[in-house]
């Protein structure tokens, strides 16, 4: 993972160093992000946001979520995802990268939880994340990943993952993939919807919608080999105009572009 330094996150994030463990890797990520690191958690700090380890996983937390566990990388399989690997390409997720894909750039990974399913059905994968924040914990939760028993068995490597804005590096790409899938960040329906997860929530409030969406679904199409896939809430218009098909989800739809 490339790192940038970012300003960014002044005034709005810090590095908490739990107190056990060595200091140095806590140090190293703050100057990383360009954020101030606290040796102990309290709620009087001015920042709204905190990134500590807890139980062996970076987390990130708001200070609803001090004295909680915290959001992490969840690397364990969705509800009803098959646990075994490569898990059957079924459901909309796998009908809209289509059945001849192989390989698949997700151009906006944020918590990982698509690029985990696309991962775990055996496509060939590729992450890209702009937010600083969101490339380290996801890098955390890539290196749980190849800790796991079943990813050693089968000597599989988490996927590779690059921090930096998909809308330069799509323009740079040595192999173009079959698939780019694209995740970002629409304006909710309402100002706080009940049905938000809460990790979607402190990404939002972390790094607000994505302003350059049409940017970068371009940039998408341009790059991509055959086909360009856009999840969008259910109430959103289609990112790219009319797509060639559309598979539902729940309150979700994946919108697909084909190349000709
Ligand atoms: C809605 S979240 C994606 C959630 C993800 N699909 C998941 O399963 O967790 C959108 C993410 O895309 C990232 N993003 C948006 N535009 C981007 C761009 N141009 N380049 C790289 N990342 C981008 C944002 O920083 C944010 O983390």
Redesign the pocket.
């Known amino acids: 993972m490339s790192t940038t330094t970012s300003q960014q996150y002044t005034g709005k994030l810090a590095v908490i160093y739990p107190g056990q463990d060595d200091s140095l890797p806590f140090q190293q990520l703050a100057e990383r992000l360009g954020v101030p690191l606290y040796p102990s958690l309290n709620d009087r700090t001015p920042e709204e946001f905190f990134l500590t380890r807890r139980n062996g996983c970076l987390k990130l937390l708001d200070k609803e979520l001090l004295k909680k566990g915290g959001l992490t990388v969840d690397i364990e399989p969705r509800n009803g995802e098959q646990r075994s690997w490569p898990a059957p390409k079924d459901g909309a997720l796998a009908q809209a990268l289509g059945r001849k894909t192989k390989t698949v750039i997700d151009?906006?990974?944020?918590?990982?939880?698509?690029?985990l399913h696309i991962f775990r059905m055996g496509y060939e994968l590729l992450c890209?994340?702009?937010?600083p924040v969101?490339a380290e914990l996801l890098a955390d939760g890539f290196a749980r990943l190849a800790q796991q028993d079943w990813m050693q068995r089968l000597n599989l490597r988490p996927p590779l993952l690059l921090q930096g804005?998909?809308?330069d590096l799509l323009a740079d790409l040595e192999n173009p993939p079959d698939c780019i899938y694209l995740?970002?960040?629409f304006p909710p329906k309402r100002k706080k919807s009940a049905l938000a997860k809460k990790s979607?929530m402190v990404?939002r409030d972390l790094?607000g919608d994505?302003q350059?969406k049409e940017q970068?679904f371009e940039a998408a199409l341009k790059a991509a080999e055959k086909r360009v896939v856009v999840k969008s809430p259910d109430y959103a218009e289609p990112l790219g105009g009319k797509p060639s098909q559309s598979f539902q989800g729940k309150l979700l739809r994946y919108d697909v572009y084909l190349k000709s």
Not at 109 to 115: E, K
Not at 128 to 131: C, K, L, M, P, Y
């Open positions: 151009a906006t990974t944020g918590w990982g939880q698509d690029s890209i994340e702009r937010s969101m804005n998909a809308i995740d970002p960040m979607m990404l790094l994505d350059d970068l």
